[in-house]
């Protein structure tokens, strides 16, 4: 079985209507849940609403903030001042001395995705490897673009708590000519849809529109697939989230109204 939500336009559309479906499943919980969002960075930033209304929600139960989940994925700030491809080296040698832990990952999806370990040589940057080979007009393998990031050697062991959740994205060339676009599916083996869906899908969608602009390409939408996918609970109650929902639901009521 699987649960397929609705196409929806932008970040927040899909979010909340996720949100709403899987909340409607027995415990609250559901598996493979498809959701898909055709502007992937409409609405995506706390300047909007309802993002702000979920961040301040995460951050006043002291759980981290949108961007900051965000930018697990993918270091917006980082790469509007120094650009591509210098901002891998400043990531590389600035933040991640500052993040990574002790004998286990940073909890940045982006260094997995920007360092691949490979035994023989120096770590593979999938990112640009995928930039690359949209810029060269020699490449004809145009549905190739994967990146990896589970990675069983340091992923798989006793605990069911922690390591990474985000375990795999497919990029795919949509159209032909000056009309390509480029898409995204990401999948998820287990997503909290409340503490991290919401940023999850702004730091996919800007990760997806940096590889398309930098490739010359144009933005096309973004899929998310979560395997085991969950209305967390765990640090709020039911009260807590229909008053949340609630004024999430206001807010795009009035920006419907003014527009």
């Given at each position: 079985m699987y649960l397929p939500i609705p196409p929806q336009p932008d970040c927040v559309a899909g979010w909340?209507?996720?949100?709403?479906?899987?909340?409607?499943?027995?415990?609250?919980?559901?598996?493979?849940?498809?959701?898909?969002?055709?502007?992937?960075?409409?609405?995506?930033?706390?300047?909007?609403?309802?993002?702000?209304?979920?961040?301040?929600?995460?951050?006043?139960?002291?759980?981290?903030?949108?961007?900051?989940?965000?930018?697990?994925?993918?270091?917006?700030?980082?790469?509007?001042?120094?650009?591509?491809?210098?901002?891998?080296?400043?990531?590389?040698?600035?933040?991640?001395?500052?993040?990574?832990?002790?004998?286990?990952?940073?909890?940045?999806?982006?260094?997995?995705?920007?360092?691949?370990?490979?035994?023989?040589g120096q770590p593979i940057n999938q990112i640009w490897g995928i930039v690359e080979r949209l810029r060269n007009p020699n490449v004809r393998a145009l549905n190739k673009f994967e990146l990896l990031i589970f990675d069983p050697a340091r992923d798989v062991n006793d605990s069911p708590y922690g390591g990474q959740c985000l375990s795999f994205a497919s990029l795919n060339l949509i159209g032909k000519g000056d009309d390509r676009r480029l898409g995204m599916t990401a999948l998820y083996r287990n997503h909290y849809y409340i503490e991290k869906l919401l940023g999850n899908l702004i730091g996919l969608g800007r990760l997806l529109e940096f590889i398309a602009k930098e490739g010359g390409v144009a933005l096309g939408p973004l899929t998310i697939v979560s395997t085991n996918a969950t209305v967390d609970t765990a640090n709020w109650n039911r009260g807590d989230l229909k008053q949340l929902f609630e004024r999430c639901d206001q807010a795009s009521a009035h920006l419907r109204a003014a527009a």
């Open positions: 909340r209507e996720a949100v709403r479906l899987v909340d409607l499943a027995t415990g609250h919980q559901a598996q493979k849940v498809v959701i898909s969002v055709a502007e992937p960075t409409a609405r995506a930033t706390l300047a909007d609403p309802v993002v702000a209304e979920v961040d301040a929600f995460l951050s006043g139960h002291g759980k981290k903030p949108i961007e900051t989940v965000a930018n697990t994925i993918f270091p917006a700030a980082l790469y509007r001042r120094y650009g591509a491809p210098q901002f891998f080296d400043r990531f590389r040698d600035n933040v991640l001395p500052k993040v990574r832990r002790s004998g286990a990952w940073s909890g940045y999806y982006f260094e997995r995705m920007m360092e691949l370990p490979r035994a023989d």
